[in-house]
């Protein structure tokens, strides 16, 4: 079963707004990142929050994480027609695999 | 290598095939991962390496997916008598340690279409 959640499914916006993703996860986690994938091929690692963090920047991208509602954000600014692809969030609750949510698409409309 | 090498690219077989994937980790790294992505869906754990730790082979989805780890290096899965839902695109990923501390890295996938 998945263990991250993403919401929404699909996000369709114009370019130069900002998107916003959101995770939501079910057990107790040691870290929580989020990956980038163009065309259905190999993943991007974009950003690593530890469950001791609350937010965390890199570049256009803020990710925040509420371990009080099992929960996490994605905010890109200022979007670029480049990041057009799914984002999953991924959640390390064990010492072994980390296990992947089923994904946002977003669109950037030019 | 520079990053994760993964091979065929593309595969298409007839069902009931045996087929093998190949995943070239990045070299030092001590943990790797095998998932798999259906189309327009997330990723499903299939197995984990992690150095000379027996694997964590809790997502194979059958008898029929096996997988090895030469080395501690190079990774081949192994689907026997391939099924048509079998089809997707498997990931291989590789880290520096295993707790995914640091991220991982993927591989471009191989793409199986079992017809």
């Known amino acids: 079963s998945q263990q991250g959640e993403e919401d929404p499914q699909a996000l369709s916006i114009q370019e130069g707004e900002n998107a916003t993703m959101n995770c939501s996860y079910k057990?107790?986690?040691?870290?929580l990142q989020w990956y980038r994938q163009n065309s259905g091929r190999g993943l991007v690692h974009l950003i690593l929050i530890r469950s001791n963090e609350r937010e965390k920047h890199s570049g256009r991208l803020r990710v925040t994480l509420d371990t009080s509602k099992k929960s996490s954000s994605l905010l890109i600014t200022a979007s670029r027609a480049a990041d057009t692809a799914s984002y999953f969030c991924?959640?390390?609750?064990?010492?072994?695999?980390?296990?992947f949510g089923s994904g946002t698409r977003l669109s950037i409309r030019p | 290598g520079a990053g994760v090498s993964q091979s065929p690219s593309n595969k298409v077989t007839e069902k009931g095939k045996d087929v093998e994937l190949r995943c070239d980790p990045i070299s030092g790294h001590t943990a790797l991962y095998w998932y798999r992505q259906s189309l327009g869906q997330g990723l499903e754990f299939l197995i984990y390496f992690q150095g000379n730790s027996a694997p964590d082979k809790s997502g194979l989805p059958s008898d029929r997916f096996s997988a090895e780890r030469t080395g501690g290096s190079v990774s081949t899965l192994t689907i026997q008598r391939t099924q048509q839902e079998d089809s997707a695109v498997y990931l291989c990923?590789?880290?520096?340690?295993?707790?995914?501390?640091?991220?991982?890295?993927f591989g471009s996938g191989t793409r199986l279409t079992v017809v």
């Open positions: 990923a590789s880290s520096p340690h295993g707790q995914g501390r640091n991220g991982y890295t």
């Open positions: 991924a959640t390390d609750s064990s010492a072994s695999k980390i296990i």
């Open positions: 057990t107790s986690i040691n870290n």
